[in-house]
């Protein structure tokens, strides 16, 4: 996989929106990027994924830079459930595994 | 409709033992993946199948840790004389397409303690 770079930790006020950066420069043409997120003591859930359009679903938006070294992944009205480690992965294309790495552990705060 | 699901979900054994871990996957998932996560880490990739076929069991640790998906759905996982390094908990994840990296669905893992 393409190497990532997120932040250990964020803290985000409930209701406000999470901005969640991750760091892709190695990112090739054809790889896209995926965003997972791991609720305590549940296995990790599919948030979107994106090549190089911005995405939305219901539950979040893919923001992907124009050279495609960077994203961000936002949640518009952060709630407490939004609780979570964030992973932000770019597979490599064919039958190579996930790398999932370390992710980012967003706090909403009441 | 029902989603991935493990059992047991928790699993307690004594060092040496052997233990055998399920997973049912989402009906019709062509591939199954089997992940290990200790705490305060991601999950990290152990093996893969696609229908009843191994593709890659790169991410075992060790010969001491075998699976198998006999009928292409239901899947095991086998970790024989366990180790106290063996502790973590054991996630599942099935998808519908063949490639790795298809959106996956998880299950809520097994969490494993070897005493």
């Known amino acids: 996989d393409a190497k990532t770079t997120q932040p250990t930790s964020m803290d985000c006020a409930e209701g406000r929106a999470a901005n969640l950066p991750c760091n892709h420069s190695t990112i090739s043409g054809n790889e896209y990027v995926y965003w997972y997120r791991q609720i305590h003591s549940q296995g990790p859930q599919y948030i979107i994924h994106?090549?190089?359009n911005n995405e939305t679903n219901e539950m979040a938006s893919l923001i992907i830079t124009e050279d495609r070294k960077s994203s961000t992944l936002i949640l518009p009205h952060a709630t407490l459930r939004d609780t979570a480690v964030y992973y932000c992965i770019v597979p490599i294309s064919g039958n190579t595994p996930l790398v999932f790495g370390k992710g980012t552990r967003l706090s909403v705060i009441a | 409709g029902a989603g991935v699901s493990q059992s047991p979900r928790y699993k307690v054994a004594k060092r040496g033992q052997d233990v055998a871990l399920r997973c049912d996957p989402i009906s019709g998932h062509v591939s199954l993946f089997w992940y290990q996560q200790a705490l305060g880490q991601g999950p990290e990739f152990l093996t893969y199948?696609?229908?009843?076929?191994?593709?890659?069991k790169s991410g075992l640790p060790s010969d001491r840790f075998f699976a198998e998906r006999p009928e292409g759905s239901v899947s095991t996982l086998k970790i024989q004389r366990t180790q106290q390094e063996d502790s973590a908990v054991y996630l599942c994840?099935?998808?519908?397409?063949?490639?790795?990296?298809?959106?996956?669905?998880f299950g809520p893992g097994t969490r494993l303690t070897v005493l």
């Open positions: 994840a099935s998808s519908p397409g063949r490639a790795t990296y298809n959106e996956q669905f």
């Open positions: 994106g090549l190089k």
């Open positions: 199948f696609q229908n009843e076929a191994q593709l890659d």
